[in-house]
């Protein structure tokens, strides 16, 4: 059932095994898999509206225009690193969380990158091998909208066909600037053709895979908070309601925290709810610590500063912020393109789910690695979590005489930090992203426009691309390139690391292997925040693979 109000939770008066904070994606993931037992009485918690009913969520081509009222409206901090900007920084408040508002490309990241969890956590059952069953079950890969053949664009047998989120290629292609990477790829000894990217080897030119299905957004909310899982008697999702703080509770001596309170973001009236075995938090990668430290769990010093009582000294709560910079770079080309005729393509979408409507970004990316000569080497140690982990991500994109790239650092040094500005909890978190902190960025995002640059030089440009427009790292100089780029970058919305894993016992870190937090009884964290290094991909692949991991771990501890 969906309550839309706290009074309707109040009069239902029902108690709870588990309750999740936040319908996002890894809430939405263990809320659906906790309440697949008719056993457990679950109660999700949710601050934003239903996504149900909402066009612009629906329709993937909308995803730039979505309303902001889906949204926390979140500004970070001045940037040192960026000339002191502060940037607005999108993230979904609505159920389905940022799976409702983002690009919805699905793209898992490298093998590496899942084999370092392991690493860092020590419990080698976090790596790319025991996780990839649960991809499997967690994808449906079905044709493209409107049933465009896409064999030769994918390897079937890296896909799942039966779980809750749907993966499609694009409905269109491929155009004549398609065609024109593809043949690029084939005279390119640098960047190749990669058929199938979610194999764990991401590297190359690449088709782009999305959460679409049948022409439609398939968010976390879509996939797991249906009609079926909201028919269950024993899940109950309570949407427009804000938690505030966990609560300890008076009788236990070891920390023992099941309680939540929550405040009706329409009256501000606010209640508790206790669970009967766990609170899991996964309120996302600004949230969760932000929760954390308005609890009084956090850096102790931090929290006196602000005047928030302290229950459990865990410093590294909200530090330890990764998140993927981009930055924009252009070329002149012999091209037009005809614009979009948007109410057609609305039309159409809404007759049959094809067309321009049912895709959001572009049909092909590029994931390259930085050749090892590059001379950043020498300063710096290549920080890249293995051999099949791509440092950077090009996107590409035709708007007829102008071809626009976004070079995307996947392997920043730099990391930034949530915190809170007071102890009033509906006060915003100051997220300062630390972007550009680390001089290897710098140098990393310089690579990356080289590579871009070699790859528009390739044969199959000629007579297309007719010059480059920058910034270019190679002619101007390097502090006029890193002014530039400290006033264009920004983000591709990809934070985790806020409450990260490591070893069982370990002074560092937030979360035991198991998601528990350190030290208490009771509480858990389950989405982006628990990733301790932002993975080479765009991330909700890895949260979602992780919070189904996580479903599991806790169904058996009980
Ligand atoms: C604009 C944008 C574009 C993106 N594009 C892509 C892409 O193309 N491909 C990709 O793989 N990834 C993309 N991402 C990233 C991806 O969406 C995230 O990695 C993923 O959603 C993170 O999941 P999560 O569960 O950690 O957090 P979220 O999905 O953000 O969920 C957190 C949820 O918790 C709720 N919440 C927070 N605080 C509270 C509270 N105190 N009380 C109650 N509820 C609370 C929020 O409202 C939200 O619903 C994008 C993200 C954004 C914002």
């Known amino acids: 059932k969906v309550y839309t109000d706290l009074e309707q939770l109040d009069s239902a008066k029902e108690s709870y095994d588990f309750i999740v904070v936040g319908g996002g994606v890894g809430g939405s993931v263990v809320a659906s898999r906790l309440s ?103 994808e449906k890969l079905v044709p493209p909208p409107g049933g465009r053949n896409a064999s030769g664009q994918y390897d079937p047998r890296y896909h799942g066909y039966r779980g809750p989120t749907t993966v499609s290629l694009p409905w269109g292609g491929p155009t004549d600037f398609d065609l024109l990477a593809l043949k690029n790829a084939e005279q390119s000894k640098e960047i190749k053709f990669n058929l199938e990217p979610n194999s764990g080897k991401p590297s190359g030119l690449i088709w782009v895979q999305s959460t679409i299905g049948n022409g439609e957004r398939c968010s976390a909310a879509v996939g797991f908070l249906g009609p079926e899982a909201r028919e269950r008697p024993n899940l109950t999702i309570l949407l427009n309601t804000q938690a505030t703080r966990v609560l300890p509770s008076k009788e236990s001596r070891q920390l023992d925290i099941r309680t939540l309170e929550i405040a009706s973001i329409a009256s501000g009236k606010t209640t508790t709810v206790t669970a009967k075995k766990e609170v899991i938090l996964s309120a996302g990668a600004f949230g969760t610590p932000h929760l954390l430290l308005n609890s009084g769990i956090g850096d102790k010093k931090d929290l006196e500063e602000v005047k928030v009582k302290v229950i459990h000294h865990l410093p590294e709560v909200g530090k330890g912020l990764s998140d993927h910079l981009t930055f924009p770079v252009g070329w002149t080309a012999n091209d037009t393109i005809k614009p979009v005729d948007y109410p057609a393509a609305l039309e159409q979408w809404q007759t049959n789910r094809t067309g321009p409507l049912t895709e959001a970004v572009g049909h092909q990316v590029m994931f390259a690695r930085i050749p090892p000569n590059a001379p950043l080497f020498k300063e710096h140690r290549d920080p890249a979590s293995g051999p099949n982990a791509p440092h950077i991500e090009i996107t ?44 290897f960025d710098i140098e990393a995002i310089k690579e990356g426009v080289r590579l871009a640059k070699r790859w528009y030089d390739g044969p199959a440009y000629k007579g297309y691309i007719t010059g480059f427009l920058g910034p270019d790292p190679d002619t101007l100089p390097a502090e006029e390139f890193a002014n530039q780029l400290k006033e264009a970058a920004g983000t591709f919305w990809h934070p985790v690391g806020t409450a990260t894993i490591s070893p069982k016992g370990a002074k560092h870190g937030v979360l035991d292997p198991d998601l528990k937090v350190k030290g208490v009884k009771g509480l858990r964290v389950v989405d982006g925040s628990a990733i301790p290094y932002v993975p080479t991909a765009h991330t909700q692949a890895s949260v979602y693979v992780l919070s189904e991991r996580a479903s599991d771990l806790i169904k058996n501890s009980w």
Do not use: C
């Open 36 to 138: 697949e037992n008719p056993r457990y009485n679950v109660l999700l918690v949710e601050a934003g509206p239903d996504n149900e009913g909402v066009t612009e969520i629906a329709v993937p081509g909308m995803f730039f225009g979505i309303n902001r009222t889906y949204t926390w409206g979140h500004v970070t901090t001045p940037q040192v690193g960026l000339n002191d900007r502060s940037m607005p920084y999108t993230q979904g408040r609505v159920l389905g969380g940022s799976s409702s508002v983002n690009g919805m490309m699905y793209t898992r990241g490298s093998s590496d990158d899942f084999d370092l969890w392991g690493k860092v956590s020590g419990d080698r059952s976090w790596s790319w091998k025991t996780l990839f069953p649960y991809f499997l079950r967690n």
């Open 396 to 439: 590409l994109a035709t708007q007829g005489a102008q071809v626009g790239a976004y070079v995307v650092l996947l392997t920043p040094k730099s990391r930034g930090s949530v915190k809170i500005a007071s102890n009033n909890p509906l006060d915003k978190p100051l997220i300062d992203l630390g972007f550009l902190t680390h001089p």
